[in-house]
C-alpha cells in the first residue's frame, strides 16, 4: 500500500488561514511584550495575508510555500 500523499504535494489544504492570522498576531503582542524580534513573524504573516488577499483564506498554512515560489 501506498503511503499517502503529503499536503504539498496533493494540493488539499486544511486549516483557515484567519485562524493563522489570529494565531500570529498572539505571537507578535507576546514576541513584543518579551523584547523578542517579531521580523520572521512578520514575514510569515505577510505571507499569510497576501493568501488571504488572492482569495485563499480559506487554504490551510500549506499553499504559503506557493506563495515564496511566486514572490509578489
Known sequence: M???RS????GK???NQSVLVA???????ASAAQGISTEVV??????VKRQI???HGKEGFAPLIESIKQPA
Open 2 to 4: 501506498r503511503p499517502p
Open 7 to 10: 499536503t504539498l504535494t496533493n
Open 13 to 15: 489544504y486544511c486549516t
Open 23 to 29: 494565531a500570529l498576531r498572539n505571537m507578535l503582542d
Open 42 to 47: 512578520d514575514t510569515v504573516q505577510n505571507l
Open 53 to 55: 488577499d488572492a482569495g
